[in-house]
């Protein structure tokens, strides 16, 4: 069975494999009281300590902590099975990293920065934020972190706004940004600078004029972006909430952090040049490099250029690198690799669908699928891949108490058995459908975003919703709309659905098929076609292609085809002999 959905609370739950089992209160208490962690660099004397015994205290102290986790788990699995009377099957932690090497990396990125800039996924940004590394950088070593909201064009206004209440009641200092939508930007832009570097190659006159156009332009950018740079200080509350909704550009980003660092007193520092180092933290695959690549203005068609490598699966970069901003000389950037907090909240499923961990290395694909199942809907599913899931009978739903309710949720096999019957996936060997192949398909449209499913803030303290679950879902489905391919088939089903109901209102529905029927014969009658033996247009390709020699002796029906029995009888002379041969 599937685990539960992910519940942000400020008591952390556990979260098992069966979803009947759950733990008591007390157990709850408990756990929050021992939460887990991220490990903690042993400290150390620069000068003193030596890198032997740096080295043997770090793999102490990691080797402590691995321990205390695998402890924790013991007695939460431990007090769970006696509370259920023997219903826990077995509680795990979910796969965290386990490599002290990549932990270092995070160490080493946390000291050397003045900023720690954490990274999160818009679609679920309470799943990739980690509160104990936020405790960890700014209460233990004293460094600001500001959460960047990437891919955050997969939000509307509306909910970014709701996310902006929740995250300023907490306390957390946010920005809203997406990489893909500035990247497209400066692709374009260096797209369109090299066209017109080859088209005025040679007209020297021209570029010179247009150099002073991009100076003049350049300058009134400039004056706009000082305008829009975010100050919170100048700005009332529902301002500041209607600016931090909004999706910020490249500039504006560079502006925020300078300013937020501003705010916190960091100071550029002599042994790197002078610059404010910004270190880039958080989960794979949520877009570190992404963010580095547009905030350092890289482009895919610029050859030449310093860019950090992106790929689409987890865990590409594999060590922490700096990098200078070509227009900022007060700026650098520090990317870790992304690593899996440890958590007893999320499942492995969770980690997969998020994209945190490989797909290739999924081993079991059904819980992955149900959980997508239930998070998309049906029409999206069917419209994203042109299938039509089978509906359960009138007489299953009754069965299950279902009967004048909304229809439930496809299930893992018949979303994978219609999509390997529609696109002919089947096993070689077997003959049977292959579903851990479509299973990867499906995940990996998850993870990119292709099938949305975005996350709604959770109540605030008062147990008020900041926004209602079916207004979030319903903005989330206007921008699946508005991303999908398939935008005709959707807008197509909610057409045939309103007229559904207009028609369930007025009884004129059938006549007005009739008519249309009838009128649809009228047209096919009028125009002819080869029912009627006539010629047909000179803009047929099928006649172009024909000989024009003979064409006038050829017998146009051969083989009497398209010929009237009855006029060839009334047209025949009476005189004369008839031979049938």
């Not at 439930?408 to 192949?437: K, W």
């Not at 020699?549 to 009855?566: A, E, I």
């Amino acid at each position: 069975t599937v685990a539960h959905e992910y519940v942000p609370e400020r008591q952390p739950t556990v979260t098992f494999h069966d979803d009947q089992s759950r733990i008591s209160s007390s157990i709850q208490a408990k756990f929050a009281f021992h939460e887990l962690s991220v490990p903690r660099r042993p400290p150390w004397t620069p000068g003193v300590t030596t890198p032997q015994e740096l080295e043997q205290l770090e793999n102490e102290s990691f080797y402590e902590w691995r321990k205390s986790l695998a402890i924790k788990e013991e007695e939460i699995a431990a007090l769970a099975f006696k509370h259920q009377g023997g219903g826990v099957a077995g509680a795990s932690v979910t796969p965290y990293e386990k490599n002290l090497h990549v932990w270092r990396q995070l160490w080493r990125v946390l000291e050397r920065s003045s900023v720690v800039l954490q990274i999160v996924d818009a679609r679920n940004p309470l799943f990739y934020l980690s509160d104990d590394l936020r405790r960890y950088a700014m209460e233990e070593l004293g460094k600001p972190m500001l959460m960047i909201v990437n891919k955050a064009d997969y939000l509307t206004k509306v909910q970014r706004e709701a996310w902006s209440v929740y995250f300023n009641e907490r306390g957390v200092d946010h920005l809203f940004f997406s990489a893909y939508e500035e990247q497209k930007k400066i692709d374009e832009a260096a797209v369109v600078g090299r066209q017109r570097a080859d088209l005025f190659d040679d007209e020297d006159h021209e570029v010179i004029d247009d150099e002073k156009e991009d100076e003049e332009e350049g300058q009134d950018e400039s004056d706009t972006r000082e305008k829009k740079q975010i100050t919170l200080e100048q700005v009332t509350r529902e301002d500041t909430l209607k600016q931090q909704a909004d999706l910020m550009s490249r500039e504006e980003l560079i502006n925020a952090l300078n300013t937020f660092a501003a705010k916190h007193g960091c100071k550029p520092e002599e042994k790197y040049d002078n610059r404010i180092q910004y270190g880039m933290v958080g989960f794979p695959n949520v877009g570190k490099s992404s963010v580095i690549n547009v905030l350092v203005g890289s482009s895919k068609n610029d050859h030449g250029v310093v860019r950090v490598g992106v790929a689409a699966q987890p865990g590409k970069t594999k060590h922490f690198q700096t990098l200078l901003l070509p227009d900022r000389s007060d700026m650098m950037l520090c990317d870790c690799p992304g690593l899996v907090f440890p958590s007893f909240v999320s499942s492995t499923a969770d980690l997969i669908a998020a994209g945190v961990f490989p797909i290739a290395q999924m081993r079991d694909h059904w819980p992955v699928v149900s959980l997508i199942c239930k998070r998309v809907p049906r029409e999206v599913l069917n419209a994203h891949y042109g299938i039509h899931i089978p509906e359960p009978s009138e007489h299953e739903l009754r069965e299950k108490g279902l009967l004048g309710k909304p229809l439930p949720s496809p299930t893992a096999e018949e979303l994978l058995g219609t999509y390997c019957i529609a696109r002919s996936i089947i096993a070689p060997s077997s003959g049977v459908p292959d579903y851990q192949r479509a299973s990867r398909v499906v995940v990996k449209d998850y993870s990119e975003g292709k099938l949305l499913y975005c996350h709604s803030p959770p109540p605030t303290e008062d147990n008020k919703p900041i926004i209602s679950d079916e207004e979030y879902q319903r903005e989330t489905l206007l921008t699946a709309i508005r991303n999908t391919n398939n935008t005709r088939k959707l807008q197509k089903l909610q057409v045939l659905e309103a007229e559904a109901k207009a028609a369930s209102a007025n009884d004129t529905g059938i006549e007005n098929d009739f008519d249309d029927f009838d009128s649809i014969l009228d047209s096919t009658s009028e125009g002819g076609g080869a029912d009627n033996g006539e010629k047909r247009g000179k803009a047929h390709k099928s006649i172009k292609k024909w000989g024009k020699k003979g064409r006038k002796l050829r017998n146009k029906d051969p083989y009497g085809c398209h010929s009237d029995p009855d006029a060839v009888l009334s047209g025949a002379t009476t005189s004369g002999l008839v031979v049938n041969a």
